[in-house]
Every structure is written in structure tokens, then in C-alpha cells.
Nanobody, 126 residues
Framework: QVQLAESGGGLVQAGGSLRLSCAAS????????MGWFRQAPGKEREFVAQ????????YYVDSVKGRFAISRDNAKNTVYLQMNSLKPEDTAVYYC???????????????????WGQGTQVTVSS
């Protein structure tokens, strides 16, 4: 089972940018579709974005389309989430997650993912 570790979170003003990284422990990373989720205090974990194992397909929740971009570098076993035009409502703990499921029907469901990172805090001040 691949292990994941996020980094890059922090405090940023509204309108600013951050890039999150998620490093995987194994070369089997390239077989996994990778997702980013977030969880704000008192709220359920929310799907943010997913990228297919090859990087050819990307999916986003409507609230981040046009502001966030997911990418991956399979040579570096790393997936990224570039977050621009950040808003206070983007404040949350962000998690990366991996799945060997290659379809699109369940990609936003956290139970589809079998491996998770520990999370990184993103705080956007107004």
C-alpha cells in the first residue's frame, strides 16, 4: 500500500495562492488515480479534485473550477494541487488520497480511496 505525505499548507490572504504537494512512497504510485479532499471544522470531508493515473483526465468540484489545478509527476511520485484566487471558504485541512479504481462514477466518494495522507492545514484570511 502506497503511503502519502502532504506538504505546502499554510496561512495566506484571500486572493493569494498556495501549492500543495503529496509525495508517495512507492513507484506503484503511477498506478493510482489521485484525489484531493478537504475538511473544514464541523463539516464532512469534501471532494476537491482528482487526476487519473496517467494524468490524462482531471475532475474538479464546481466551487474550485478555474481556480485550482491538479497535476502529477509520476517520475517524482508526486501529485500537486495549485490553488489560486483563494477564498476564506477554502480554509480546511487538505488530504491527498489514492485509489486503484479507474472509473469516474465514484471518484468523489471518499470510500473509493484506499490510502490517505495525514493532511495539511490551509487557512485563508479575509
Amino acid at each position: 500500500q502506497v503511503q502519502l505525505a502532504e506538504s505546502g499548507g499554510g496561512l495566506v490572504q484571500a486572493g493569494g495562492s498556495l501549492r500543495l504537494s503529496c509525495a508517495a512512497s512507492e513507484r506503484t504510485f503511477s498506478s493510482y488515480a489521485m484525489g484531493w479532499f478537504r475538511q473544514a471544522p464541523g463539516k464532512e470531508r469534501e471532494f476537491v479534485a482528482q487526476i487519473s493515473s496517467s494524468g490524462s483526465r482531471e475532475y474538479y468540484v464546481d466551487s474550485v473550477k478555474g481556480r485550482f489545478a491538479i497535476s502529477r509527476d509520476n517520475a517524482k511520485n508526486t501529485v500537486y494541487l495549485q490553488m489560486n484566487s483563494l477564498k476564506p471558504e477554502d480554509t480546511a485541512v487538505y488530504y491527498c488520497a489514492g485509489t486503484l479504481y479507474s472509473g469516474s462514477m465514484r471518484l468523489s466518494n471518499p470510500t473509493t480511496y484506499t490510502t490517505w495522507g495525514q493532511g495539511t492545514q490551509v487557512t485563508v484570511s479575509s
